[in-house]
T-cell receptor
């Protein structure tokens, strides 16, 4: 069985603060994929990143960075210098390495960035 | 750009009504998925389909059925809507691939059952 836990249900920060969203997962698969999605108030899930289990390099994309640590089964997401437009619900998800491509989602973290 | 569209953004139905939620994707993807989203529970898979006329149950199929008559279209059916089916419904699609293919989502349908 697979499980994704996002312990932070809601985070509130002031603009320009850095914020880290935690994601911890459980799986018995040796090969798997991890994802982060953003859901703005409009409702549509927007894909942010996909990482496979063999690639533990951290990734940076503009103000976004991801820290994948297999040893602690974590895939944390950091937003640097947060902006009001970053306010959204963020989901971490896990997919096994099979053709079914099914995703197991965490409960989501609601991020509120105040001006 | 991948485009997944859903027939309605908002729906209000009465208990016992039959409800159809339609999803269409334009990227020739083999796989299509229906999820429901509830606060604190994230997204839970209702059904998915990996080919025309094929379907597989997800984690919470009870009270739902699906139909996939054409590759681009995947319908979710609530045979007799109940108040506990009030939720946000999201459709997604991805190519078959070898595993871990990114899913692309539609805008969602907020369903209220009175």
């Amino acid at each position: 069985a697979q499980k994704v836990t996002q312990a932070q249900t809601e985070i509130s920060v002031v603009e320009k603060e850095d914020v880290t969203l935690d994601c911890v997962y459980e799986t018995r698969d040796t090969t798997y994929y991890l994802f982060w999605y953003k859901q703005p108030p409009s409702g549509e899930l927007v894909f942010l990143i996909r990482r496979n289990s063999f690639d533990e390099q951290n990734e940076i994309s503009g103000r976004y960075s991801w820290n994948f640590q297999k040893s602690t089964s974590s895939f944390n997401f950091t937003i640097t210098a947060s902006q009001v437009v970053d306010s959204a619900v963020y989901f971490c998800a896990l997919s096994p390495n099979n053709a079914g491509n099914m995703l197991t989602f965490g409960g989501g973290t609601r991020l509120m960035v105040k001006p | 750009d991948v485009k997944v569209t859903q027939s309605s953004r908002y729906l209000v139905k009465r208990t016992g009504e039959k409800v159809f939620l339609e999803c269409v994707q334009d990227m020739d993807h083999e796989n299509m998925f229906w999820y429901r989203q509830d606060p604190g529970l994230g997204l839970r898979l209702i059904y998915f389909s990996y080919d025309v006329k094929m379907k597989e149950k997800g984690d919470i199929p009870e009270g739902y059925s699906v139909s996939r008559e054409k590759k681009e279209r995947f319908s979710l059916i609530l045979e007799s809507a109940s108040t506990n089916q009030t939720s946000m419904y999201l459709c997604a699609s991805n190519p078959l691939g070898g595993g871990g293919e990114t899913q692309y989502f539609g805008p969602g349908t907020r369903l209220l059952v009175l």
